[in-house]
């Protein structure tokens, strides 16, 4: 019996400790004079580990709750985990731009030991990303863009070729543009014609649902990555489905192997780095001083930002245009007036498609701009104060380590920044409406020296793919399309839930 009593004193104990515990970490923004949102930390993180709500929907709720409130900026917790969230635009800048030195890194999990295709350009830290992004900046210029443009536009045959089979029936266009993309990315980035548009059951199709299309394990994994990443490297749990990760890894080997062996060259992103690798430079870059230790990059490397390119290519491009011909379905006069804009430009370049013309609709961009503000492909943008930092105009000092989220989807749903935000108007991106509003309140790439350095390739690959569609055909919403639409609650990019169709008809 004393045994017994011996051990309930110490089980309530342990209880009471614990209980003391987590209220301390609960009450961290409390103690530093942040307000927090309205809402049960523990219901939210089961809400994320079991999908429960679409990523986006939290974010914009949160920013929603913060702003009814009228502050400044606010903490949050995921799990017992504290975050910093800056609404404020000005706060913003400083730690995307201003002070970017504060918040070099994203907080984003990599194991480049046991797991090196995580090691991309996105999830690098401190030093070695300067140095990746210093070497990898020249392969995204606009020549560079240019160079690639016919190989992309050759892959707008297979777009044309699988809408003609439905013989003008509805269409997922959901899935008729990932398969449009993966073989874009698969074209551009690895040199291999992946056919996803004939062949929905593609390799390449394949393992690209499979990074998206995460299952309850793997969404614990992302869950656990932001909460406790050091748990991934003690089990060397990889973020990456190993079976993926293999795939590219032998892929980026047996394409360099063969092209090395061969003396092939390619206008594609793959010569680019294989250049990097070989010299350390670009062929056409003359200002580059070659340091065979510190420019040329590894096998490992050219495989984890061929991954990543693939990765974040083909999925923000396929869901941007989704979202964006979606628009133009419910919104016919809208459609119209691009299809005017592509026609009377195409007209005067003899029907053809070149890498001016695209550049110089104006209408086509406005359109891109806004379907990119009511549907940012990542809802928040996180950083990692890397030392301490006092926010500007507070006495809030952030401590090394402490997780920043920039709430993207709450600031492009603010009425104060686009009034009626739920409706769909171009004409917010008109240079002089541009010009009126906080150059910070437009984040679909990031902004400072992180924004997204494919960002010209994603915009290029998106006009092809809706001038190409809209110069020869006419879309509205399918009865079979479930409105108002959803955001898939597994992924952490913006994307439907379930098919989006499309009714369409060939243009006489």
Known sequence: MEILNTFNLLLLTAIFLIYKWVNYKLTYWKRRDLLVPDKNYLKDALDAVLSRNAFADRVLALYRNFKSKGVHHGGNYVMLVPQYVP???DIIKSIMQVDFQHFVDRGVYMDEKNDPISAHLFSLTGTKWRILRHKLTPTFTSGKMKMMFGTLLDCTKGLHKVLEKTNGKEVDIKDI??????????????????????DPNSIFREKGIKVFDVDSKQNLIQFVSLVMPQILKIFNIPMVPSDVSSFFINLVKDTVDYREKNNITRKDFMDLLIQLKNKGKLADDQEVEINENENRITIDEIAAQAFIFFEAGFETSSTTMTFCLYELARNKDIQEKLRKEILETLDRHGGKITYENIHSMVYLD???KETLRKYPPLPQLTRICTKEYKVPGTDLILEKGMQVMIPVMGIHRDADYYPDPDKFDPERFSEENKDSRHQYSYLPFGEGPRVCIGLRFGMMQTKVGLVTLLSNYEFSVNKKTIEPIEFKETSFIITTKGNLWLDFKKLP
Request: proline fraction near 0%; aromatic fraction near 8%; hydrophobic fraction near 45%.
């Open 87 to 89: 609404m404020d635009l």
């Open 177 to 198: 543009l990932a398969r449009f993309t993966t073989d874009i990315i698969g074209s551009c980035a690895f040199g291999i014609e992946c056919n996803t548009l004939d």
């Open 366 to 368: 406005q359109v891109i």
